[in-house]
C-alpha cells in the first residue's frame, strides 16, 4: 500500500563516529546523530527519539480518525511520548512507550474517550510494530 523511506550513514565506529539520517520527504536531511547524541544529550537526534514522534503521530493521528468515525467532529489532540531503551544483556533494547495524551473533543462523554483512546492505542501500526510495553495516560479536559 505505502513505503516510506530513511537512510542513515555513519562514519567512523564506535563511541567516536557520527551518523547522519534522512527522510524521504526531506523533513529531515543529514541530521546528525550518534552516541553522544543517544547517551549525552548533545544536539541531534536519535533512534528511541524518533521512534517517541512516530508513535506520538500515529497513535494521535488514529484516535482522530478513531474519533471521526463514531460521529465526533471537532476537538484537539495531543500526545507525548516517552521511549524507554534498557540495558539488555550485551546490547540494549527499547522496553517502553509510555504515550501521555490530552484531548478537548466537545460532547463526549470521559469513558467514550478512554474506550476509544485504547483501541486507537491498540490499532496504530506503529503501537503494532513495537515489541514493547505500551502504556496512555490520558486527559480529558
Not at 563511541?15 to 546523530?33: A, C, E, I, R
Not at 550518534?34 to 497513535?59: V, W, Y
Not at 467532529?73 to 533494547?93: I, M, Q
Amino acid at each position: 500500500m505505502t513505503t516510506r523511506t530513511a537512510s542513515a550513514r555513519y562514519d567512523g565506529l564506535g563511541k567516536d563516529g557520527k551518523g547522519h539520517v534522512s527522510t524521504q520527504s526531506g523533513v529531515l536531511s543529514d541530521n546528525p546523530y550518534g552516541f553522544n547524541t543517544r547517551f549525552d544529550n548533545e544536539p541531534g537526534t536519535n533512534p528511541e527519539e524518533l521512534i517517541a514522534a512516530a508513535h506520538a503521530s500515529c497513535f494521535t493521528m488514529a484516535l482522530s480518525f478513531a474519533l471521526a468515525k463514531e460521529g465526533y467532529s471537532a476537538g484537539t489532540l495531543e500526545t507525548d511520548a516517552a521511549v524507554t531503551l534498557d540495558k539488555d544483556g550485551d546490547g540494549f533494547k527499547v522496553t517502553k512507550s509510555a504515550l501521555k495524551l490530552k484531548g478537548r473533543v466537545a460532547g463526549i462523554e470521559k469513558a467514550d474517550f478512554e474506550r476509544i483512546a485504547e483501541e486507537a492505542k491498540k490499532g496504530c501500526p506503529i503501537s503494532k510494530l513495537l515489541n514493547a510495553e505500551i502504556t496512555l495516560e490520558h486527559d480529558l479536559e
